[in-house]
């Protein structure tokens, strides 16, 4: 089975996001690591909540998780405790059906991506695959590995700008990057078990579209690696606070400028990689609810995941359990009752489609 062969079967996806993911920088509290997955007022995962996901049609689900609140010494061992709750969510979902990503989330303080930093970075990054390789390593293939979330200058004028190679800031920082996934790579293979043969998520810097479509950025030679990218696009739609200048509650499929950077993103990510047998996931996407704008967002869904059908992409939506505010109203499932409030919404989202590479 080849790369794209294995991606189409994985269909549509979904986040677990802000629950295992929730972090703060701060260091190992066992009296208070569990406070972190309800602290972004969501509730516990539990098979339920995954029952109901999977039978709305998703068949893939991402479960971002941080650890450096969870790390109980300086090996970065890994709290028992935490490590045995998430992986009884790993297994449920498996359990149930999906395909399950795991990664490497929101430990921006311990993963820096610059060449001083480097060996400080991989030695977090790599004692914890480490330990995830061997306790996964019996899986099938129904398990991916995500090097890291979304690795970038955090903090910093560059934290979201497209690479530019010519910048010795910049260009250091990709090519951090790409040292980093070839590290994990490197890291996995030599686990052995079912590792030898996983399929592993790569990013570029903070997994950007633009990022991973220059020419510079490579992802390690290896039969079964994936091109992981966040794409939420166009970002006056899409991300945009409420409020904000740029921000926009209306898309029109009709007109090439609402669509033009969904076109290009999946037009680009096609000729570097699909075109040449390469899988890509867009691991998070979604446009946010501005209060009356759902029949705009069920028409942009209907045309970002069509497109990146017709590209040969599968998509993993970011709900976030967060339906309003003034920024990222992601969530499509209230996960007190377990309903979807936007059926015009999941329709599209989960309709069977036959990836095509155009």
Request: overall charge negative; hydrophobic content about 40%; glycine content about 6%.
């Given at each position: 089975m080849t790369g794209?062969?294995?991606?189409?079967?994985?269909?549509?996806?979904?986040?677990?996001?802000?629950?295992?993911?929730?972090?703060?920088?701060?260091?190992?509290?066992?009296?208070?690591?569990?406070?972190?997955?309800?602290?972004?007022?969501?509730?516990?995962?539990?098979?339920?909540?995954?029952?109901a996901v999977y039978n709305a049609g998703f068949k893939t689900m991402r479960l971002p998780v941080s650890w450096h609140n969870h790390v109980i010494n300086e090996d970065f061992d890994i709290s028992p405790a935490w490590l045995e709750a998430y992986k009884k969510a790993v297994d449920t979902a498996l359990e149930i059906g999906f395909y399950v990503i795991i990664n490497i989330h929101h430990d921006d303080n311990m993963v820096i991506p610059t060449g001083e930093t480097l060996e400080s970075s991989w030695k977090f990054m790599g004692a914890i695959w480490k330990q995830l390789s061997e306790i996964f390593g019996d899986y099938?293939?129904?398990?991916?590995?995500?090097?890291?979330?979304e690795p970038r200058l955090k903090g910093t004028e560059y934290e979201w700008k497209v690479i530019d190679y010519s910048n010795d800031i910049q260009r250091d920082a990709i090519n951090t990057i790409m040292t980093l996934n070839e590290r994990?790579?490197?890291?996995?293979?030599a686990s052995g078990k079912n590792n030898a043969s996983r399929y592993l998520l790569c990013p570029s810097h903070a997994a950007n579209i633009d990022s991973t479509l220059i020419e510079e950025f490579k992802i390690p030679e290896d039969e079964h690696i994936i091109v992981s990218v966040h794409a939420y696009l166009p970002y006056p739609f899409a991300l945009a606070p409420i409020g904000s200048?740029?921000?926009?509650?209306?898309?029109?499929?009709?007109?090439?400028?609402?669509?033009?950077?969904?076109?290009?993103?999946?037009?680009?990510?096609?000729?570097?990689?699909?075109?040449k047998g390469i899988p890509v996931i867009i691991g998070e996407y979604g446009a946010s609810n501005r209060g009356d704008n759902t029949e705009a967002r069920a028409k942009w869904t209907e045309y970002y995941v069509g497109t990146a059908a017709k590209y040969g992409i599968i998509?993993?939506?970011?709900?976030?359990?967060?339906?309003?505010?003034?920024?990222?109203?992601?969530?499509?499932?209230?996960?007190?009752?377990?309903?979807?409030?936007?059926?015009?919404?999941?329709?599209?989202?989960?309709?069977?489609?036959?990836?095509?590479?155009?």
């Amino acid at each position: 089975m080849t790369g794209l062969e294995f991606t189409a079967l994985m269909h549509a996806g979904w986040n677990l996001g802000n629950v295992f993911d929730s972090a703060d920088g701060k260091p190992f509290d066992a009296e208070h690591e569990f406070d972190y997955i309800t602290s972004r007022k969501n509730p516990a995962a539990s098979r339920e909540l995954f029952e109901a996901v999977y039978n709305a049609g998703f068949k893939t689900m991402r479960l971002p998780v941080s650890w450096h609140n969870h790390v109980i010494n300086e090996d970065f061992d890994i709290s028992p405790a935490w490590l045995e709750a998430y992986k009884k969510a790993v297994d449920t979902a498996l359990e149930i059906g999906f395909y399950v990503i795991i990664n490497i989330h929101h430990d921006d303080n311990m993963v820096i991506p610059t060449g001083e930093t480097l060996e400080s970075s991989w030695k977090f990054m790599g004692a914890i695959w480490k330990q995830l390789s061997e306790i996964f390593g019996d899986y099938d293939e129904k398990l991916l590995f995500e090097s890291l979330n979304e690795p970038r200058l955090k903090g910093t004028e560059y934290e979201w700008k497209v690479i530019d190679y010519s910048n010795d800031i910049q260009r250091d920082a990709i090519n951090t990057i790409m040292t980093l996934n070839e590290r994990f790579v490197k890291l996995i293979r030599a686990s052995g078990k079912n590792n030898a043969s996983r399929y592993l998520l790569c990013p570029s810097h903070a997994a950007n579209i633009d990022s991973t479509l220059i020419e510079e950025f490579k992802i390690p030679e290896d039969e079964h690696i994936i091109v992981s990218v966040h794409a939420y696009l166009p970002y006056p739609f899409a991300l945009a606070p409420i409020g904000s200048p740029e921000a926009t509650d209306k898309f029109d499929p009709e007109s090439a400028s609402d669509r033009g950077s969904i076109d290009n993103c999946m037009k680009g990510l096609y000729e570097k990689y699909i075109s040449k047998g390469i899988p890509v996931i867009i691991g998070e996407y979604g446009a946010s609810n501005r209060g009356d704008n759902t029949e705009a967002r069920a028409k942009w869904t209907e045309y970002y995941v069509g497109t990146a059908a017709k590209y040969g992409i599968i998509c993993v939506w970011w709900d976030n359990g967060s339906f309003d505010g003034d920024y990222e109203n992601f969530a499509i499932i209230r996960r007190d009752n377990l309903t979807f409030p936007y059926p015009s919404i999941l329709e599209p989202l989960v309709k069977e489609r036959n990836l095509q590479t155009v």
